[in-house]
């Protein structure tokens, strides 16, 4: 391996674990965070002191996830052995990526981490399950998912 080889695989490195932290982030909120604070509300300081600790490491991982995966975008597609298929999958990829950092960086907060009280339009209710933390987590978790096709597509291409 040469010097080149050892930093895209630092590249590569600092890319999936800015794809943990935030997928991660998200199942700890689903599953851990929020169920307790539905069980017993700790106050509306602690909300806003845990939702200000998330959104810096929610911002960081943005930064990380789109510096490195432009990198390593410019990498591969720069190889004769760059496929359709694996271009395809990574236009998918990098669109769900981009609307799931836009709907978080430009995301209000709620009022403490509660559903507001009171009747909520269609229109409102869809939006609420397209930008809700459920859906986000979703979406991370099959970007993950499609980043593994990725990895398939590329080893595939080098065998051929």
């Not at 009747?119 to 859906?135: D, F, H, N, Q, V």
């Amino acid at each position: 391996m040469n010097v080149l080889d050892w930093i895209l695989l630092a590249i590569r490195w600092a890319h999936a674990l800015g794809a943990v932290a935030w997928v991660g982030g998200g199942i700890f909120y689903l599953m851990v965070l929020r169920p307790a604070f539905q069980r017993r509300d700790p106050g509306q300081e602690t909300h806003r002191a845990i939702g200000e600790e998330f959104r810096g490491l929610v911002n960081t991982a943005i930064i990380v996830l789109v510096v490195t995966g432009a990198i390593l975008t410019a990498s591969r597609l720069t190889l004769d052995t760059v496929t359709l298929p694996y271009v395809a999958v990574l236009v998918v990829k990098v669109a769900l990526a981009l609307y799931m950092m836009a709907v978080m960086r430009f995301r209000r907060p709620s009022g403490g981490g509660h559903d507001e009280p009171g009747i909520m339009t269609k229109g409102a209710s869809l939006r609420a399950a397209a930008t809700g933390p459920t859906a986000l987590l979703a979406l991370g978790v099959i970007i993950f998912g499609l980043a593994d096709v990725l990895g398939y597509l590329f080893e595939n291409s080098l065998a051929s």
